[in-house]
């Protein structure tokens, strides 16, 4: 079955750097969808990618997605206390499946 | 107005009982989900409904039965729970089926 592999599980930062998480797709993706679920509470939907290559910005955030649609990625720039949380990709499928990747857990230390 | 509400909110129940968590969503959304969220903060998808019809249904044992009265509530039931199903159990929703999640704020359950 499809898989969604996200790495690192875990990064710790200090406030003002950069951060990026990474996700891969054992198979074709029909769109990339972002998630942010910060400690104690729900994922919230960031973004949606759907074509090859794309690239979209939220302020500090810049998300993309692979040529081949088979990976993406989450970057921060100068990384703040309030972006602490789990940052999770989900890949969709064309029959409408979204598949989870574990997760990256952000801690930002001030 | 919360836009996915689950009810309870935290549930702790003793090895055997049956159990069930409500979800209710007034976005006017057509598909409805039901997501397990272990310790390790994997989600993994449950159920999957589109106006009432049942279109995913992952291996989840038998012992957990959705039901969906109406497009705009989903409801998880339980029997026989096990220490095992404790986790944070997640409802969510989307206008389509490609389209981006509403997460309700999640019920804890702990079986002990």
């Known amino acids: 079955g499809q898989q969604v592999m996200q790495i690192p599980q875990y990064q710790h930062v200090q406030e003002g750097e950069d951060f990026t998480t990474y996700c891969n797709s054992s198979t074709t993706l029909s769109n990339i969808q972002w998630y942010k679920q910060r400690p104690g509470g729900h994922p919230v939907f960031l973004i949606q990618?759907?074509?090859?290559?794309e690239v979209k910005k939220q302020k500090r955030l810049t998300f993309q997605f692979g040529e081949a649609k088979k990976n993406s990625s989450l970057h921060i720039t100068a990384t703040q206390t309030t972006d602490v949380g789990t940052y999770f990709c989900?890949?969709?499928?064309?029959?409408?499946?979204?598949?989870f990747g574990q997760g990256t857990i952000l801690t930002v230390h001030p | 107005d919360t836009a996915v509400s689950q009810t309870p909110k935290y549930l702790v129940t003793q090895m055997g009982n049956d159990k069930s968590i409500k979800c209710e969503q007034n976005?006017?959304?057509?598909?409805m989900y039901w997501y397990k969220q272990d310790s390790k903060k994997f989600l993994k998808i449950m159920f999957s409904y589109n106006n009432k019809e049942l279109i995913i249904n992952e291996t989840v044992p038998n012992r957990f039965s959705p039901k969906s009265p109406d497009k705009a509530h989903l409801n998880l039931h339980i029997n026989s729970l096990e220490l095992g199903d404790s986790a944070v159990y997640f409802c969510?929703?989307?206008?389509?089926?490609?389209?981006?999640?509403?997460f309700g704020s999640g019920t804890r359950l702990t079986v002990v």
């Open positions: 989900a890949g969709g499928t064309s029959y409408g499946k979204l598949t």
């Open positions: 969510a929703s989307s206008h389509g089926q490609g389209d981006g999640y509403t």
């Open positions: 976005l006017g959304h057509d598909t």
């Open positions: 990618l759907v074509k090859s290559g």
